[in-house]
């Protein structure tokens, strides 16, 4: 089993930034894709972001350009780094993990952990 714990989110006004962590523990793997997925209140969760085993990074078109997420294997830890915050941002973010190198890392069905989620509140 593997559990996922994220931390780093809060209220921030737009315009500022957040870095959202999310550690993992448990069964190790010799690859895997980790990404991060929101979702606001009344939507459905969608993706916003995906590293995967190679560092091939890959981001929602709503996002590219101010969020960057990132990876540390040795921690078996993802970052997602979230600058230029909008209103629209405001959502639970979940971490997700496959244990594999996933093609459809933008569907969530392709991930088989996810952590509790931490909500990011921006304030205009």
């Known amino acids: 089993q593997v559990q996922l714990v994220e931390s780093g989110g809060g209220l921030v006004q737009a315009g500022d930034s957040l870095r959202l962590s999310c550690a993992a523990s448990?069964?190790?793997?010799?690859?895997?894709?980790m990404a991060w997925f929101r979702q606001a209140p009344g939507k459905e969760r969608e993706f916003v972001a995906a590293s995967m085993w190679s560092r091939v990074t890959y981001y929602a078109n709503s996002v590219k350009g101010r969020f960057t997420v990132s990876r540390d294997n040795a921690k078996f830890t993802v970052y997602l780094q979230m600058n230029s915050l909008k209103p629209e941002d405001t959502a639970v973010y979940y971490c997700a993990l496959a244990g594999y190198s996933s093609g459809e890392y933008y569907l969530d069905t392709a991930y088989d952990y996810w952590g509790q989620g931490t909500q990011v509140t921006v304030s205009s």
């Open positions: 448990g069964r190790t793997f010799s690859i895997y894709t």
